[in-house]
């Protein structure tokens, strides 16, 4: 089989090189064809839907909800500051420019009408909640009843008070009992009094849900501000008591992925930079799915052409330097551009576009496709420079060399294709894209390189092509044997401690689930994501159950609710008041109690020179009282509690006192009034609002504000439920937490939580068995290219070798594997395994374990740098899922590297060595040969 490669190879050579023009004119055509394929169809995605099988439960899920529902994730920005009624102004405007995008965005939720929900408010209060109100009212009017002259006002409730401090009143200790709790009512009225006089910005703080009590009955103090304000506070979407409010808006149909979802965002960007521009207070700004996503693309995009074009640079610059002449080293570079082209435009025609992990392997490409033109440079400028003609170094370097570069690109392809033995299609895609890309490398570098050679050098001349290779071509200096050999027994023993001491190391390589930990952490978008997860909002993240209809829906929502990893439950159901009928009564009742209630919530005048008597009167009661209790503390347990009080009263009567004697008549009525209003005007509209409540029905569906009706209720009578998790599903011990739960009531349930829980661990355990699979087919392949064991096994070792080293190091390192560069595992074995493939392909053919002494160690060793150079390329990139999978590749093939050119070397002298002893030679180390010499 080793021979009849070879021979297969020879011919193609001389096959190509007498039809040399034909097989260059034919890649060139197909070339030009390739970059017209680009120009027209290259596309890139980053649809994490796209990278599924259509057949997986899992997708079949989300699908059958984004079809139900026609939503995609929303896009989400985030307004952040302390004054909460300027975050709402920002709130409406951010709201109204992007209705304006229409139709890329749609179902904006800026600000949501409840004006429908106003009329049956009370349904949504606990059913104590409304016994109480009920029983209060009732006082209220069994009050009015006995006494109709009773009236909400200042004048009435210091009337009262001028009652109750009569002497006749206070000595009775049974009234103590009602007088004390009037008291703490009456001293709340009168320094809120003294603050509307005094014009404290105190005053605007609402007053708490208590209750007075007027002619010694109990009134609830119903304000419809706290009716108004509680209807606000679930207008917007808003936490931290409205420092953080979000709107959102979905994706429109046609628009979520690709240029549409591109330009979508950057219109949205250009809203929220305008809007805080507005508001410089404001910290404003954008994230969501959609945009994490998008930004993803670009940014991995940006980098791998980055990485692309840094890599070919780098590339092309080692290979002149290295080989100290222009010509064959840019032809060589040419044909690796050629390549690259056919590899670009193959996946337009078969799969119709690259996704965000395929298009990186245009960085690996170059790295590892330019191995096998050098390899074929430098044994061909070796076979010149030894003295065969231009056509004889052709076919030897094909048959030796091109049969070493065909097992090793054969061995990289497998590895590659091993990728598509899994359920997940962007790894198929990825392993399609890279196979092949490193099959059209390995196509040119033996058919159009040398067709190349062999055309241009013969226009060249011999004479002139031999000069130029014998300065070209080097081998190490003799002092780079003499320290590599220097104690081949003691290096082996040095690589078995430091194997030893990284298998140790490899237990502590994990793995991280973080999607989030991918992304560039510069981004606005993540930044605003990774605030948003520390806020109540939880990041808008939840998993999405569907119901069949209503009765379903609350059934699971409960279920939901009680699970312990659940934070929030969203849907119809829960925001349906229950138990409404029961409600209902209580509701009926309170109305009609307050039917025949005469309630007038206008402004009444003050009577303020009888105000002022009052307050007089009172001050002089409140300071001879006190000092008349302050003489029976030490006997009387009621005189203390009469210090208590008028310790609290006189205060507040002697702030209002001196205010009235400061201020003008006129003013002096109109800060009267004022207060009056703001004391009892707001109550009796409270009463009054509580009198206008809707006894007819409960609340229905239809008095839902239309944009919760479109997200949560479908065309076909649907439900939604958003179940919203307590900890960060972006980290792996939530998020499996969390789905274990809700798939206890749910197993269909789905959303981002479910889809990162599956498709994460579908990727890890796809990388991990196409790892496997490709070592077993490169073990295959190997035997077969050898047919001898030891062979076989010597061509492995730097692979077991490299292989446990870079898990080590990664391990000591603190370095773990994540969804990006977990792709590492099959890519190391296909990559790695050549250089081992080269040596003891250069070693089995002239048993020579001085590579460095052949053209061999300078081709690997080159081959070897240029795919360093092209992982390493990565390393620039801003998006951490790149970043780690250069780290992890440069690694590993530099530890390949240091084993097929250091370690297996010594092997090889070793067995040199142990077969000249056999047959009573000895072979001198470098070392004495250096001696001997001297």
Not at 421 to 431: A, K, S, W, Y
Request: glycine share 6%; with cysteine; net charge neutral.
């Amino acid at each position: 089989m080793k021979k009849n490669l070879e021979n297969f190879l020879a011919w193609v050579l001389k096959k190509t090189c007498l039809h040399c023009r034909i097989v260059i004119l034919f890649f060139l055509v197909l070339t030009a064809f390739s970059l017209w394929i680009l120009s027209t169809r290259f596309k890139v995605i980053n649809d994490t839907n796209a990278l599924i099988r259509k057949d997986s439960p899992i997708h079949k899920y989300y699908l059958e909800y984004r079809k139900e529902f026609g939503v995609a994730e929303d896009y989400v920005v985030v307004i952040h500051g302390a004054d909460p009624d300027e975050n709402k102004k920002a709130a409406l405007q951010v709201g109204e420019k992007l209705r304006k995008l229409y139709p890329l965005v749609q179902n904006v939720r800026d600000k949501l009408d409840l004006s429908k929900l106003e009329p049956h408010l009370l349904l949504y209060l606990p059913v104590e909640d409304l016994k109480k109100i009920e029983s209060e009212i009732d006082g209220y009017v069994k009050t009015l009843k006995q006494e109709p002259e009773i009236k909400l006002d200042l004048n009435t409730i210091l009337n009262q008070a001028n009652a109750k401090f009569q002497e006749s009143y206070l000595r009775k200790h049974e009234n103590w009992k009602e007088f004390i709790p009037f008291i703490d009512k009456f001293v709340a009225i009168l320094n809120q009094l003294a603050d509307q006089l005094e014009q404290n910005p105190t005053s605007h703080v609402r007053m708490q849900k208590t209750s007075l009590k007027l002619q010694d009955k109990e009134m609830s103090n119903f304000r419809i501000e706290d009716i108004r304000a509680i209807l606000e506070d679930h207008e917007f979407l808003s936490f931290e008591d409205g420092k953080l409010v979000l709107v959102t808006a979905s994706p429109g149909k046609g628009a979520s992925e690709g240029q549409k979802r591109t330009e979508t965002i950057k219109k949205i960007r250009e809203i929220v930079s305008d809007i805080g521009m507005e508001y410089p207070s404001l910290s404003i700004g954008l994230t969501g799915e959609p945009v994490l996503e998008d930004d993803q693309l670009q940014e991995s995009s940006k980098d791998s052409l980055n990485s692309a074009l840094l890599a070919f640079s780098l590339v092309s610059i080692l290979f002149f330097i290295s080989y100290r002449e222009i010509l064959r080293p840019a032809i060589g570079l040419v044909v690796l551009a050629m390549s690259l082209c056919w590899a670009l435009a193959f996946p337009m025609i078969t799969i119709g576009h690259l996704n965000i992990i395929s298009e990186a392997f245009v960085a690996m490409v170059i790295g590892m496709g330019i191995d096998f033109g050098i390899q074929f440079m430098s044994r061909y400028e070796e076979e010149i420079s030894g003295g065969k003609t231009i056509l004889e170094a052709l076919k030897t370097t094909s048959r030796h060399t091109g049969a070493a570069i065909f097992t090793g690109g054969c061995t990289t392809a497998i590895a590659f294709f091993t990728m598509c033995f899994n359920d997940f299609i962007g790894l198929q895609e990825f392993g399609i894209v890279a196979g092949f890309g490193i099959l059209f490398c390995l196509l040119s570098s033996l058919t159009l390189l040398p067709a190349l050679y062999f055309w241009i050098d013969s226009k060249i001349g011999l004479d002139r092509i031999r000069q130029s290779t014998i300065k070209t071509t080097w081998t190490a200096p003799k002092w780079v044997n003499t320290v590599l050999f220097f104690s081949p027994r003691g290096m082996l023993v040095l690589a078995t401690a430091a194997s030893l001491f990284f298998i140790f190391m490899i237990p502590k390589v994990g793995f991280d689930y973080n999607l989030l930990n991918l992304q560039n952490q510069n981004l606005d978008c993540v930044q605003w994501e990774l605030e948003l997860l520390n806020s109540p909002s939880r990041g808008m993240i939840s998993a999405l159950s569907v119901a069949d209809n209503e009765e379903e829906a609350k059934k699971k929502a409960k279920a939901f609710e009680a699970l312990p990893s659940v934070a929030e439950v969203r849907t119809l159901t829960t925001i349906l008041p229950e138990h409404q009928e029961e409600k209902l009564q209580i509701v009926r009742q309170i109305v009609d109690k307050l039917k025949d209630v005469p309630l007038d919530s206008s402004k009444k005048e003050v009577n303020a020179e009888r105000l002022k008597n009052d307050i007089d009167d009172l001050l002089q009661k409140s300071e001879e009282g006190y000092k008349t209790a302050q003489k029976f503390v030490a006997i009387a347990p009621q005189a203390k509690e009469a210090v208590d009080i008028f310790s609290k009263l006189i205060p507040a009567l002697s702030r209002i006192q001196k205010q009235m004697k400061k201020l003008p008549k006129a003013e002096l009525n109109k800060r009267l009034s004022r207060a009056q209003f703001e004391i009892f005007g707001t109550m009796e509209s409270g009463l009054l609002w509580l009198r206008s409540q809707d006894t007819s029905r409960g609340v229905i569906l239809e008095d839902l504000p239309k944009e919760v009706l479109e997200r949560f209720l479908s065309p076909h009578g649907k439900i939604l439920i958003e179940i919203v998790p307590k900890e960060n599903v972006w980290e792996r011990k939530a998020d499996v937490q969390f789905v274990h739960d809700i798939r206890k009531v749910d197993p269909k349930v789905t959303g981002t939580p479910v889809q990162n829980y599956e498709y994460i661990e579908l990727l890890r355990k796809s990388y991990t068995e196409a790892a496997q699979w490709a070592f077993v087919a490169i073990v295959i392949l190997i035997v077969l290219r050898f047919q001898n064991l030891l062979h076989s096994l010597l061509a492995l070792f730097p692979l077991v070798l490299a292989a446990i080293w870079t898990l080590g190091w990664m391990g000591y390192f603190g370095i773990p594997f994540n969804p990006a560069n977990i792709i590492t595992l099959p890519l190391a074995i296909g990559a790695g395994v050549a250089y081992g493939i080269y040596t003891v392909d250069r070693f089995s053919e002239d048993g020579n374990a001085q590579l460095f002494s052949t053209s061999t160690g300078k081709a690997i060793l080159i081959s070897g740098l240029t795919a360093v150079i092209g992982f390493a390329s990565l390393l620039i990139s801003s998006y951490q899922g790149l970043y780690s999978l250069g780290l992890v590749m440069t690694i590993a093939i530099s530890f390949c590297l240091t084993t097929s050119l250091i370690i297996l070397p010594q092997i090889f002298y070793l067995l040199n060595t142990k077969k000249n002893k056999t047959k009573g030679l000895t072979i001198p180390l470098p070392a004495e040969e250096t001696l001997a010499n001297k």
